[in-house]
């Protein structure tokens, strides 16, 4: 196995933090005891949870306004998987990379496959873009792609999904996620339910060449390219597209893709309750951005949101499969580090919710006590689970302290070194 951080550093570390890990284990063990919790049961649950990185999420994506580069920043995908793989071999949370293409295109996808496999790295979700246009397409998506009026725009996008579902297939991954930018910036400029016609038409050939054993993610966005009206804008859109596609088709939800104070919980316990709960892109908004890290300006929220995921798993309406990956990416941190602690926050609210009691929850939910309702949720959410993620962490091989292994491994550095530099060029995703 190729493993970019030194195995001497990380047991170094790990060594020098054995005995306060221990002691905060220990202390946490005695605490959840007292309410009936075995934490190494918890800590097991914890070795289980993984969540996917985006190829994209390793490079400075940028604002939509600029891009400001970092010296040994990856320019390609072997050097986003190297990354990815710095991630996982420091977290041990984020064994799948979810690639994105044309951007991550190669001309030998099993030779990719076991490069990735080298770095102890499989594949998530492949996505496709069709929001952009690229050297040598026919058709230009400028007026939209599998919703455009242009035929010819419809059958490209239809094509290069099918593309994706194909470098999929070789990659070993079994979800395809398409998220489109087609949308209007202007009243009038396009037919609300004709527009909607022509995407579900152009998706249902997209379906109809999926694999049995694949799902299609549909993921929708409020705004953003288009600023007046997006083809599937919100939740109630996906739902209604995937219900017309097939089972195939699940709903993705991107948590930055709502407007503000939106109650995205609910969303999903809703998706769930119908069978169509197919994953989540973790992040983070504040007010318009939709790539902020996760839970950096709301970890409540995202605790409600795994909250409803640990209901739904153990009261599973039909099939409980969500896909869990990070989507973010912005222009003020190293995108290593910020995937370390994103990585963890959501880790740390997924070991929260499953700390609740859920039999004192649903007691109190039946006689109305709304405020030991509350409560039962409030008690799990106070909790500081970071010596279960450590311990977890540790005992997969990963380490203690992320950040400071990071930093002291000097990866980019050592990076900016051997790496030729990225070019400016405007911000996008
Ligand atoms: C854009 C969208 C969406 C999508 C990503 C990759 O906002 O989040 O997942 O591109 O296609 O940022
Ligand atoms: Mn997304
Ligand atoms: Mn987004």
């Known amino acids: 196995m190729n493993r970019p951080i030194s195995a001497e550093l990380i047991e170094e570390h790990n060594a020098a933090h054995a005995d306060i890990l221990a002691e905060d284990y220990d202390a946490l063990a005695r605490k959840l005891a007292r309410s009936g919790v075995d934490i190494d049961a918890i800590k097991d649950r914890v070795a289980g949870f993984t969540v996917a990185v985006p190829s994209w999420g390793a490079g400075r994506g940028g604002t939509r306004f600029a891009k400001f580069p970092i010296p040994g920043e990856p320019t390609n995908i072997h050097e986003k998987l190297e990354d990815c793989s710095v991630i996982n071999q420091l977290s041990r ?97 396009q037919d609300f339910t004709r527009s909607l016609d022509r995407y579900l038409e152009a998706a249902s050939q997209i379906y109809a060449a999926l694999p049995d054993d694949w799902r299609m993610l549909l993921e929708h966005k409020m705004f953003e390219p288009a600023f007046y009206s997006t083809v599937i804008s919100d939740w109630g859109s996906s739902f209604l597209a995937a219900q017309e596609l097939g089972p195939k088709a699940k709903c993705l939800v991107d948590l930055g893709h709502h407007a503000p104070n939106v109650n995205i919980e609910q969303i999903v316990a809703r998706l769930h309750r119908f069978g169509k709960l197919g994953g989540f892109h973790f992040n983070d908004s504040k007010y318009g951005d939709d790539d902020l890290d996760s839970g950096s300006i709301n970890p409540h929220q995202l605790f409600l949101v795994f909250n409803e995921l640990a209901e739904a798993e153990a009261n599973p309406r039909g099939e409980f499969r969500p896909s869990y990956m990070i989507d973010q990416s ?94 400016l060029g405007a911000g996008i995703v």
């Open 93 to 189: 949370l984020t064994p799948r990379v979810s690639p994105h293409f044309p951007w991550d295109k190669v001309s030998d996808y099993q030779a990719l496959r076991d490069e990735a496999a080298a770095l102890g790295l499989g594949w998530d979700a492949v996505n496709s873009n069709t929001f952009q246009d690229q050297v040598g397409l026919a058709h230009s998506y400028a007026n939209g792609s599998l919703a455009a009026q242009d035929a010819g725009a419809r059958a490209q996008a239809v094509e290069h999904n099918i593309e994706c579902i194909e470098i999929g297939r070789q990659l070993g991954s079994s979800d395809l996620t398409v998220w489109v930018g087609d949308g209007t910036n202007f009243p009038g400029q």
């Open 330 to 423: 912005h222009n003020v941190t190293d995108p290593i580090e910020s995937m370390l602690s994103s990585a963890e926050t959501i880790a740390q609210c997924f070991v929260k919710a499953s700390l609740v009691d859920r039999v004192s929850l649903h007691d109190a939910q039946e006689r109305n006590d709304t405020m030991m309702a509350f409560q039962a949720l409030r008690r799990a959410y106070n909790i500081d689970v970071a010596p279960i993620l450590a311990r977890a962490r540790v005992e997969a091989g990963g380490v203690y302290d992320m950040l400071a292994v990071y930093r002291q491994s000097r990866y980019r550095d050592r990076k900016a070194q051997e790496r030729k530099p990225v070019g």
